[in-house]
Structure formats: structure tokens, C-alpha cells
């Protein structure tokens, strides 16, 4: 079968003005929640796009670990090529594929830092082992090999077997501040529904609908 033929009907739900919450905060939470209870995997994986200082795009997927009327946090090394590109540009955007449930959360907004101590709560909540991983890996470098790598993790894991690590200072979180959030899903035959909530100057959403 041809690419370009490969299609199906979108059937597993609807999302009318009536299902529209005051906050997209209080939808996206019941959202990630039907996500959850749904069992699909990584329900809280999200696509984080980013654009360098040449104006070239760039995506990954990270973990959400927070979500509250803030925003949306996610943490990384500061090193990495996402990092880098925000303390260029800390415009992004972030995508939550909830495919299974023919959903879609669309998020644009700005990034900000989150404190010291908000990274010390976080990082400490970790397995000793993920923990380890961060000083391990000079995230987005090149390295020469794998083994190389695990050898690195190896060294840390016998130098830190009884001691606690201290919080690094080249990893942190970032929360993505929204200003635009669409909640999209799918319907039969392509007519979908998408609403997109946009804050206004005085810090409220107002929503509209979206043609499909």
C-alpha cells in the first residue's frame, strides 16, 4: 500500500463548546488524566520545539513533571542543544501526541528558569541511578562510543556508591509560561474539533474554534 493511501476514520470521540473549561489549565489536567487512565505509553511525553540563533528549528521529546496554572516544566541539561537555543530565543513551543485517544495538545509561550530550589526538590526525588546519568552525560556532545559512556557512569556509580550527590550546577528546569494552548481532536471524516484558548493582556483566557 501506498503511503499517500494509508487513512482511517477519526471516531473515538468529540469535543464540543460545552466540554470547554474557563482555564485550558483544568482541561489539559482532565485530558492528561483520561490519558493516564487510558494506559497509553509516556502519557506525559511531549515534542519541545526550539529555534536556534539562525532561525532553525529543532524538536525532542521530554518528560512533563509539573503542570499547574504556571505552566508546563520539563528539566535538561544545561549544556544541551535545547538549553542553548532558549538562552537565545526563549520563545517555544510544546506538543502532547496523544495519538491512541486521537487527541492533541498544542502549547506556544516562553520558557523561564525555575529556582535553585525547585531543581534541588526535583532532582533529589530521582533514582540515585537517573541521577547519576546527569553528570554521566554531556547531553547533545559528541562522545566516541557507548562504552565509553557506560564506563563514565560506571566510575560515578563507585565514587558516589554511599554518598549523596551534590545538586549539579549545569542541570536545571525550564517552565514553559503559555500564552496560546489548543486542545484538538479528531473526527470523522477529517472535520475535527480544535478549540485554542488565548491569554489577553489582563491574564485571562478567552477561546475560540478552530476549522479543522
Known amino acids: 500500500m501506498a503511503i499517500s493511501d494509508m487513512r ?10 460545552s466540554d470547554i473549561t ?4 483544568i482541561m489539559f489536567d482532565k485530558w492528561l488524566k483520561d490519558a493516564i487512565d487510558a494506559g497509553i505509553p509516556d502519557p506525559t511525553a511531549m515534542t519541545v520545539a526550539t529555534v536556534d540563533a539562525n532561525g532553525q528549528p529543532s524538536q525532542r521529546i521530554v518528560l512533563l513533571k ?4 504556571k505552566g508546563f516544566v520539563f528539566f535538561t541539561n544545561l549544556g544541551s542543544r535545547k538549553a542553548q537555543e532558549l538562552a537565545v530565543n526563549p520563545k517555544v513551543s510544546c506538543h502532547f501526541p496523544w495519538f491512541f485517544m486521537e487527541r ?23 533514582p540515585k541511578d537517573s541521577q547519576l546519568a ?26 558516589f556508591a554511599n554518598k549523596e550527590l551534590p545538586v549539579p550546577d ?24 480544535r478549540f485554542e484558548y488565548n491569554k489577553t493582556e ?11
Not at 562522545?143 to 563507585?158: A, M, P, V, Y
Open 8 to 17: 482511517r476514520q477519526y471516531s473515538k470521540g468529540s469535543l464540543s463548546e
Open 22 to 25: 474557563s482555564s485550558p489549565f
Open 66 to 69: 509539573d503542570v499547574s496554572e
Open 104 to 126: 492533541q495538545v498544542r502549547v506556544c509561550g516562553s520558557v523561564e528558569k525555575l529556582s535553585v530550589s525547585e531543581n534541588a526538590a526535583y532532582f533529589f526525588s530521582r
Open 134 to 159: 546527569a553528570y554521566a552525560s554531556k547531553q547533545s556532545k559528541p562522545i566516541g562510543s557507548r562504552e565509553l559512556l557506560l564506563t563514565q557512569f560506571k566510575q560515578l556509580k563507585d565514587k
Open 170 to 193: 549545569f542541570w536545571g528546569g525550564f517552565r514553559i509560561v503559555p500564552h496560546q494552548i489548543e486542545f484538538w481532536q479528531g473526527g470523522e471524516d477529517r472535520l475535527h474539533d
Open 202 to 212: 489582563d491574564g485571562a483566557w478567552v477561546t475560540q474554534r478552530l476549522m479543522p
